[in-house]
């Protein structure tokens, strides 16, 4: 997001010192193994330029904070709590199938009669 965000429409970069830091940003992006795609206060942005301000976070929507960012689901509550809405949802989607599966068949009748 930040290279793209610091070029003309022409390609080039709107300055020297933003050029350096796309750069710098390329380079860890090409080294990271792990090919992290999701935010993280240890990514290539990170590394460049450091520590944040307390409260905010780089390259993100107006009200990102830490806290909603970077939260830590890998916490036994958060998985469960993850599991539990998947499950509801996954329920939703078949009460919703069944649900479907009666029109069709209600439809069909009522087509049939006429």
């Not at 610091?6 to 050029?19: L, P, Q």
Request: with cysteine.
């Amino acid at each position: 997001m930040y290279i793209e965000t610091h070029k003309k429409k022409d390609g080039s970069f709107v300055t020297d010192e933003a050029r350096d830091i796309a750069k710098q940003i390329e380079v860890l992006i090409a080294q990271n193994e792990k090919n992290e795609s999701g935010p993280s206060t240890n990514d290539a942005i990170g590394k460049v330029f450091e520590e944040e301000h307390s409260g905010r976070v780089r390259c993100m929507r107006l009200g990102a904070t830490p806290t909603n960012t970077f939260r830590n689901i890998n916490h036994p509550s958060q998985l469960m709590m993850l599991r539990t809405k998947l499950l509801h949802r996954q329920q939703e989607e078949h009460h919703q199938t069944e649900a479907l599966k009666i029109v069709k068949t209600l439809f069909n009748i009522a087509l049939k009669i006429d």
